[in-house]
RNA sequence: GUGGCUGUAGCUCAGUUGGCAGAGCAUCGGGUUGUGGUCCCGAGGGUCGCGGGUUCGAGCCCCGUCAGCCACCCCA
């Protein structure tokens, strides 16, 4: 075949078999975060380019190469989103949403775009869930944001998940330590990566990211040493280290697990304070299903005033391919399928119409033969069929048939409503609870 | 952005040293024009991802390109 145009790369396209669970996820994610008091909010799918790049860092990897820049024809500077925070914000501040109240609870879901080399779960648009709680600065608003991010996961049947949590303190501590490590591992620069002595000009805190056994045996050695390799956290001040062990006290509380990870660095440059990820081992290297922090630092970045804010984003396309691997699936509403013949085809085609008021009904729209009608109806696994035969029209009635029994009973046209609703009945609650 | 592997029917895949493009499943038709899923018989469906090159001859060899996948970078 050989078809003219594909998707482009990095793109896909969902089929019916592949949104009916997406449909499910979103439904049920839909309902924790109305749980939780959340609100939606949603933002356009591009901005100003200077909106990201301001926000995310102009060093941060999205910026200098991941972003859908483009320009319109009123010679715009605009990007594709590559994350939901900094639109949200941007939002927040253009409705004065924080004179209105102190506290705000916002999520949004959608594509958004990132330019990389695809793989398996990592496309050019992919799908985020995104929550935002902005107006407080309260380890409980982490604790809070925490535990609506591991509730979600756990709405679509993920168990055992642990959450990896650190404090990244604040830019100040935070490059006061990456020239900590700088100093520190200035003199094994030999020993190291290529990728982690550009990471030690770039990035310090990345190096202790590394998955170089040679970097890890490094790293070791300078833990065991005299001067020791030294934590974020013990790095922090007063009071985010108040902070971090007030939010690690809460999730406690809370019953949220949770594993301090020292190594945990987040991409972009306004995170504050808490940070967070939950990683599936099952879709290899892109193992990331989710992450957060807080981001104290934002609000004010954009010319707002000072405002905290906890959220986090949720990888959908990932989450889901991990549902998909292990056979997950939302139940199928049983259908009724309406068989007719040539003589009761017109009277049939009123009574399907007005059974799909209320009922899930297939029916044949070409005219085949009623063998061929009986064939399609067993292979689509409706559970009841509906025959209208002509003699039986004639007495006003028609024939119900229960696939899986196989069994049959005749049926009054003016009860038929009636019974399909007892036999089916709880059926329409099934696919979205 | 770096390195590597792979593209044959709707799907999963065979295809010998270069010699007429195949199977299973799926689809459609018939056996069965008033009772399906099983079974039997049959049919349709391919510019072998695309473009170029080598050759009497290319699915197979060479180059390019597009796409997918794997590992990095980074992240969801």
Same mark, same amino acid.
């Given at each position: =075949? @050989?078809?003219?145009?594909?998707?482009?790369?990095?793109?896909?396209?969902?089929?019916?078999?592949?949104?009916? $669970?997406?449909?499910?996820?979103?439904?049920? @994610?839909?309902?924790?975060?109305?749980?939780?008091? #959340?609100?939606?909010?949603?933002?356009?799918?591009?901005?100003?380019?200077?909106? #990201?790049?301001?926000?995310?860092?102009?060093?941060?990897?999205?910026?200098?190469?991941? =972003?859908?820049?483009?320009?319109?024809?009123?010679?715009?500077?605009?990007?594709?989103?590559?994350? *939901?925070?900094?639109?949200? =914000?941007?939002?927040?501040?253009?409705?004065?949403?924080?004179?209105?109240?102190?506290?705000?609870?916002?999520?949004?879901?959608?594509?958004? #775009?990132?330019?990389?080399?695809?793989?398996?779960?990592?496309?050019?648009?992919?799908?985020?869930?995104?929550?935002?709680?902005? !107006?407080?600065?309260?380890?409980?608003?982490?604790?809070?944001?925490?535990?609506?991010?591991?509730?979600?996961?756990? /709405?679509? !049947?993920?168990?055992?998940?642990?959450? $990896?949590?650190?404090?990244?303190?604040?830019?100040?501590?935070?490059?006061?330590?990456?020239?900590?490590?700088?100093?520190?591992?200035?003199?094994? &620069?030999?020993?190291?990566?290529?990728?982690?002595?550009?990471?030690?000009?770039?990035?310090?805190?990345?190096?202790?990211?590394?998955?170089?056994?040679?970097? $890890?045996?490094?790293?070791?050695?300078?833990?065991?040493?005299?001067?020791?390799?030294?934590?974020?956290?013990?790095?922090?001040?007063?009071?985010?280290?108040?902070?971090?062990?007030?939010?690690? @006290?809460?999730?406690?509380?809370?019953?949220?697990?949770?594993?301090?990870?020292?190594?945990?660095?987040?991409?972009?440059?306004?995170?504050?304070?808490?940070? *967070?990820?939950?990683?599936?081992?099952?879709?290899?290297?892109?193992?990331?299903?989710?992450?957060?922090?807080?981001?104290?630092?934002?609000?004010?970045?954009?010319?707002?005033?000072?405002?905290?804010?906890?959220? #986090?984003?949720?990888?959908?396309?990932? &989450?889901?391919?991990?549902?998909?691997?292990?056979?997950?699936?939302?139940?199928?509403?049983?259908?009724?399928?309406?068989?007719? =013949?040539?003589?009761?085809?017109?009277?049939?085609?009123?009574?399907?119409?007005?059974?799909?008021?209320? *009922?899930?009904?297939?029916?044949?729209?070409?005219?085949?033969? *009623?063998? /061929?009608?009986?064939?399609?109806?067993?292979?689509?696994?409706?559970?009841?069929?509906?025959?209208?035969?002509?003699?039986?029209?004639?007495?006003?009635?028609?024939?119900?048939?229960?696939?899986?029994?196989?069994?049959?009973?005749?049926?009054?046209?003016?009860?038929?409503?009636?019974?399909?609703?007892? $036999?089916?009945?709880?059926?329409?609650?099934?696919?979205?609870?």
């Amino acid at each position: =075949m @050989a078809p003219r145009h594909q998707a482009p790369r990095g793109t896909r396209d969902l089929l019916p078999a592949d949104t009916r $669970l997406w449909r499910w996820a979103e439904a049920r @994610a839909l309902q924790v975060l109305e749980r939780y008091g #959340f609100g939606e909010l949603r933002s356009p799918m591009f901005e100003e380019y200077e909106l #990201f790049a301001r926000t995310a860092g102009e060093s941060s990897d999205v910026v200098q190469k991941e =972003m859908y820049r483009f320009q319109d024809l009123g010679e715009r500077d605009l990007a594709l989103r590559p994350e *939901f925070t900094a639109g949200v =914000m941007r939002a927040y501040l253009e409705h004065g949403l924080g004179g209105r109240a102190r506290v705000h609870r916002l999520w949004s879901m959608g594509p958004v #775009f990132r330019y990389g080399r695809p793989q398996k779960g990592r496309y050019r648009q992919f799908s985020q869930i995104n929550a935002e709680l902005v !107006g407080s600065a309260a380890p409980g608003a982490d604790v809070e944001v925490i535990s609506l991010f591991v509730d979600l996961y756990e /709405a679509w !049947g993920f168990r055992d998940l642990t959450v $990896l949590i650190n404090s990244v303190g604040q830019p100040a501590s935070r490059r006061a330590y990456g020239e900590r490590l700088r100093e520190l591992l200035a003199p094994f &620069a030999e020993r190291l990566s290529e990728d982690s002595r550009r990471r030690l000009e770039q990035n310090p805190l990345r190096v202790l990211d590394t998955k170089s056994e040679g970097d $890890l045996a490094v790293l070791a050695e300078l833990r065991e040493s005299g001067a020791g390799l030294p934590r974020m956290i013990d790095l922090l001040d007063t009071d985010d280290r108040a902070h971090w062990d007030q939010v690690l @006290a809460g999730l406690e509380a809370a019953g949220v697990a949770v594993e301090i990870d020292h190594g945990l660095v987040r991409g972009l440059d306004y995170y504050t304070r808490t940070a *967070f990820e939950v990683h599936d081992r099952s879709l290899g290297a892109q193992s990331a299903l989710g992450g957060g922090g807080r981001y104290d630092g934002l609000i004010e970045m954009l010319g707002g005033p000072p405002t905290p804010g906890v959220g #986090f984003a949720i990888g959908l396309d990932r &989450a889901l391919l991990v549902l998909e691997e292990r056979g997950t699936a939302p139940p199928l509403a049983d259908t009724v399928c309406v068989v007719a =013949m040539d003589s009761t085809r017109a009277a049939a085609q009123a009574l399907v119409r007005r059974l799909r008021r209320e *009922f899930p009904v297939e029916a044949d729209v070409e005219a085949r033969a *009623f063998g /061929a009608q009986m064939k399609a109806a067993g292979k689509s696994g409706a559970r009841l069929l509906v025959i209208v035969g002509e003699d039986e029209w004639k007495q006003g009635v028609v024939a119900l048939k229960d696939s899986r029994t196989g069994t049959q009973q005749s049926v009054a046209v003016d009860r038929l409503a009636d019974t399909l609703r007892g $036999l089916l009945s709880g059926q329409e609650t099934q696919g979205g609870a």
